[in-house]
């Protein structure tokens, strides 16, 4: 099996754990995805598929062709806990299609809210390394397949805030210094106003699980993709820089070392673990990791355990159903077996 | 220095952390310490020392003689945490003394509600043998000074509840299970019945830390103190039998093995430790010896813990005034330094 994109550290492990890159695209020849029929839906898909393959391309041999509506919902839902699909692809799968990439870095949501959602996804900060990516398969299935183009709109999507480039850059970002400082909330107020957002672990609306955030850009009408990438990263790296300082600060005090060693401890014992806890106490390692208390430097074995303790992923893993103390005890299981050498 | 009574796991040592007995006397030829003048108790406690020192027993080695006017607030309070003193005999210290052994399994109040209060406590369960000691200090001393005694009243003492053989005998349980079935305040209703008290740790009123509770027996008048010490044992059998059963049905649950494990591991882990965790965690500990789920058996490490992290303890053992969190620092390492091989 290919090594997933998050088990690797990347750049700048311990303040960014991924790097997201989502072009929204569609077919000029077909109506918008809440327009078309379920057979031209299968067209699309069809042609999608057939454009990859035919392509001779590394992404001919990388890239499954997966029916949503073969996959059951604990397979749906743990494609959306590793952000490979949205929760709304998960939620109604009747003529929508995935291709996935066997390292999980590259996903493609056919018949999403748009006809095409190109995501490429990779570990640390790596922006432009994903946004190329991405950027040769948009050529590649724009030159087989024609995308809806506009000279003034740029590409047309289906929601008008996509219009423009119609991508979305994205990082995950963890900030527990300036959570415990309870200026998130003002901070992401500030980023709103230079057309960024700063969002929950799942997207809008969502829970920060174990201080992650979504940091993204807004913004896809009037600047290009280079410039909308070089805006988040100089954003990111203000927050990273403020990360760090108030990490260097806690890290003065025995509580935070409290944390780390007494997490780091609970990961290699405990017998029952719910996913929010587990969520709490791999940031606390980060933060170990990070700050040098503990000295394993290891940010890609918590990026895969972020996505492997999940619910439906737990499940899918086992290959059944479990009821949540079940899932409690395999949690924890895998977590022991993680760290038992730290 | 000699090994101390809590450094031994003693017998039952996973629901027995100690016995203690206690006998109240009084001098014939004074009148009760609160009628007593300075001058009488310093003649009182004079006549104690002497006795012990001229017996020419084993004890005249072992016991050292302190006046309690002498220690600071922190060294006699650590005293009342080390269950060697009592609270009152802490908070108000002038006129009052204290003959103590290198071992710290008698202690002789001198002063305290009674003229001489005689304390032998032992780990595990060990009535018998703490009766025996305490039963030889108290020959030696009535032969020596003349109790008061009458033949229907039998040890005439201040408080007329220990009237009779002015003995108390008591049992420092640990009884987890029977405190998770919420089963506690029945058992104690039904013993105030049969002239038995079950309390919390530190007597009368106190709260349970650590799951530890003292059974004792109430009735000192028309009982001998064998039949006291014997009815108090079959009742603890009973207790113990009842923890015993709840322990192995809640060591099935994964419940009791996370708590055991996370403990153990937070000990050997923590930079920062409450008392009150602390009692927590070394009750789970003792759990998990009890039950098998920690191999290593030394509850004598628990029975010593146990002792040194109470705050006035741990601030003597330093020598210094802590503040709380210096305290609470000194305390993890302390627990980790202990618990560091397991």
Redesign the interface.
């Known amino acids: 099996m290919a090594e997933k994109w998050y088990e690797k550290s990347g750049e700048q492990g311990g303040a960014v754990v991924s790097s997201r890159i989502r072009l929204a695209r569609n077919l000029r020849k077909y109506p918008f995805p809440n327009k078309a029929s379920l057979e031209q839906k299968r067209e699309i898909a069809q042609s999608v598929k057939r454009a990859i393959e035919e392509s001779n391309s590394v992404l001919s041999n990388k890239l499954s062709f997966i029916s949503m509506e073969e996959l059951n919902q604990t397979q749906a839902v743990s494609l959306v806990e590793k952000h490979l699909i949205s929760p709304e692809f998960a939620a109604d799968r009747a003529g929508r299609y995935l291709m996935l990439s066997d390292d999980e870095s590259i996903s493609i949501m056919i018949n999403e809210e748009d006809h095409i959602r190109i995501q490429v996804i990779d570990s640390g900060l790596s922006l432009d390394g994903a946004y190329d990516t991405a950027n040769n398969i948009d050529t590649l299935l724009d030159e087989a397949l024609g995308f809806a183009f506009n000279d003034k709109l740029g590409y047309l999507t289906q929601c008008p805030t996509n219009l423009g480039t119609g991508m979305r850059a994205s990082l995950m970002l963890h900030i527990p210094a300036i959570e415990r400082s309870r200026s998130v909330r003002r901070i992401a107020g500030n980023l709103t106003k230079l057309g960024m957002e700063l969002r929950g672990t799942f997207g809008e609306g969502s829970d920060a699980k174990g201080a992650l955030y979504q940091l993204s850009n807004r913004i896809t009408l009037g600047l290009s993709e280079h410039t909308a990438i070089e805006n988040l990263k100089n954003i990111a790296s203000q927050i990273i820089e403020q990360e760090r300082k108030s990490l260097e600060e806690l890290a003065k005090g025995?509580?935070l070392?409290?944390a780390v060693?007494?997490s780091?401890?609970?990961l290699?014992?405990?017998?029952?673990m719910s996913n929010d806890e587990a969520m709490k106490l791999l940031s606390n390692v980060r933060i170990g990791m990070t700050t040098g208390l503990i000295e394993r430097k290891d940010f890609a074995a918590l990026n895969r355990m972020n996505e492997q303790v999940q619910p439906a992923t737990l499940m899918t893993a086992n290959k059944r159903d479990m009821q949540p103390?079940e899932r409690?005890?395999e949690r924890?299981r895998l977590l022991r077996e993680e760290f038992k050498d730290y």
Request: aromatic share 6%.
């Open positions: 025995a509580e070392q409290d060693y007494r780091l401890a609970v290699k014992s405990a017998r029952l103390q409690d005890i924890a």
